[in-house]
């Protein structure tokens, strides 16, 4: 009878251990899944500075263009192809905002 009592005793034990240790990986499931949706926001986020830091560089790239006179024609596909930027730039913010 002693023997099927501590065999008993050992198995709860070991469910306890089991227990704990379930509740530990749950926990740190918990953090990794905070921890992801923090750095896919800051990935959201990062994407949008390299949007707009590249609409600065192409911004910045056209003035160059202006400074250096070059052909005119070239100057207007510049400005065309830049005002569709900006309008697929505004069309995706506003998808954002809906």
């Given at each position: ?11 709860e034990y070991k469910i306890r251990q089991l ?12 953090e990794s899944e905070q921890r992801n949706k ?40 510049k400005i065309n192809r830049l005002i569709r ?14």
């Open positions: 009878m002693v023997d099927f009592e501590t065999k008993l005793s050992g198995i227990i704990e240790s379930k509740k530990e990986l749950e926990k740190q499931l918990s923090e750095l896919e926001s800051q990935i959201y986020n990062n994407n949008l500075i390299i949007k707009q830091l590249e609409e600065q560089n192409k911004i910045l790239n056209l003035g160059n263009t202006l400074n250096d006179k070059g052909n005119s024609t070239e100057i207007k596909i930027d900006i309008d697929k730039s505004i069309e995706l913010l506003t998808k954002v905002e809906e």
